[in-house]
C-alpha cells in the first residue's frame, strides 16, 4: 500500500522526500481557476520517478450542472488537465462529483457526466484513468450520498471510471464509516484511491474541512480500518505541512504494518 499527501505542485519529488511519502497529489494550475496547465519544464524527471504521482483537478470544475458557462469550460478544462497529467507519468486524476443547482433535476446532472465521457470519446478518450471523489456538501450533489453515487455510476455506463474514496468527505457528508468500503464497492466495484483525511467537522455536517488523523472528530481505529479494507494507495491532505503530513504518513505505516 503506497502512502502519500497532497503537496504543493513546484517541487513534487522534494515535497515527497521531506514527507518519505511514497505517493504524491498535486494541482498542475490554479485550483480556483480556469487557466489550462501549462508544461513542466520537470516533466521528465516526474515521469523517471519511484513517486506514485497524482493530479487534483481544479475545484471550479463541476461538468455536472446544467449551466453551460460552466459545464462547457469544465468539460474542456478536465480533459486538458487529464492529457497533462498523463504526460507527467500520474497515475490518476481526481475530480470532484459535481452538483446541480436548487430547483434543476438531478438526473440531469448524472447525464452531464456521461456526456463528459462521450465528449472525451471524440478525441480518443481520456489518456489516464478519471477517479471521481465523493464530496462532503450540497442537497444537490452527484457524489455525496451512496444513493446518489449508485445512480451516477449507472449513467456512465460502460465508460471506464475510477472512485476516490475521501474519508472526511464521507463522514461529514452522512455516511457512516463502517463498512462504507463495502457498500461503495458494491456500487462501483473499485477503490482506486483513498484520501485519509479525519474531519473537523461533525457526522453529516456538510463541512468539508480536514484534520490530522489522529484529531477531528472521527475515532483514529475507524479511519484505518476503512484505509486497511480499501487495499487502495492513501493520500493524507491534512492540515500541518511537512511535519503533520510526515506524522500522518508514520502513524498509517505503524497501524497499517507497512514499511517505508
Not at 63 to 88: D, F, M, Q
Not at 139 to 144: F, L, P, S
Not at 220 to 237: C, F, H, S
Amino acid at each position: 500500500m503506497r502512502i502519500g499527501a497532497h503537496v504543493d505542485q513546484a517541487d513534487p519529488l522534494a515535497e515527497a522526500d521531506a514527507r518519505s511519502a511514497e505517493a504524491v497529489q498535486f494541482f498542475l494550475s490554479d485550483p480556483q481557476g480556469w487557466k489550462a496547465p501549462k508544461p513542466r519544464a520537470d516533466a521528465d524527471r516526474l515521469r523517471a520517478a519511484e513517486v506514485d504521482l497524482y493530479v487534483h483537478a481544479p475545484y471550479v470544475i463541476n461538468v455536472a450542472t446544467l449551466n453551460n458557462r460552466i459545464r462547457i469550460p469544465s468539460r474542456k478544462l478536465l480533459l486538458g488537465h487529464a492529457h497533462a497529467a498523463a504526460e507527467i507519468g500520474a497515475k490518476g486524476l481526481i475530480v470532484h462529483g459535481g452538483h446541480v443547482n436548487a430547483g434543476d433535476d438531478l438526473s440531469v446532472g448524472f447525464d452531464n457526466w456521461r456526456k463528459t465521457f462521450a465528449y472525451a470519446a471524440e478525441s480518443g478518450g481520456f489518456p489516464l484513468p478519471i477517479l471521481i471523489e465523493n464530496t462532503a456538501g450540497g442537497d444537490n450533489a452527484c457524489a455525496r450520498r451512496l444513493d446518489a453515487l449508485a445512480r451516477l455510476w449507472d449513467a456512465l455506463g460502460d465508460h471506464e471510471v475510477g472512485f476516490c474514496l475521501d474519508t472526511c468527505h464521507a463522514y461529514a457528508g452522512g455516511e457512516e464509516l463502517l463498512d462504507l468500503v463495502d457498500r461503495v464497492k458494491a456500487i462501483t466495484g473499485r477503490i482506486d484511491l483513498v484520501h485519509a483525511n479525519n474531519s473537523k467537522g461533525g457526522f453529516n455536517s456538510g463541512q468539508d474541512r480536514h484534520d490530522n488523523l489522529d484529531g477531528g472528530t472521527i475515532d483514529p481505529e475507524l479511519l484505518v480500518a476503512v484505509i486497511r479494507a480499501a487495499g487502495a494507495p492513501v493520500i493524507v491532505e491534512t492540515p500541518g505541512g511537512v511535519a503533520g503530513q510526515g506524522a500522518d504518513i508514520a502513524f498509517l505505516r505503524e497501524q497499517l504494518g507497512t514499511g517505508a
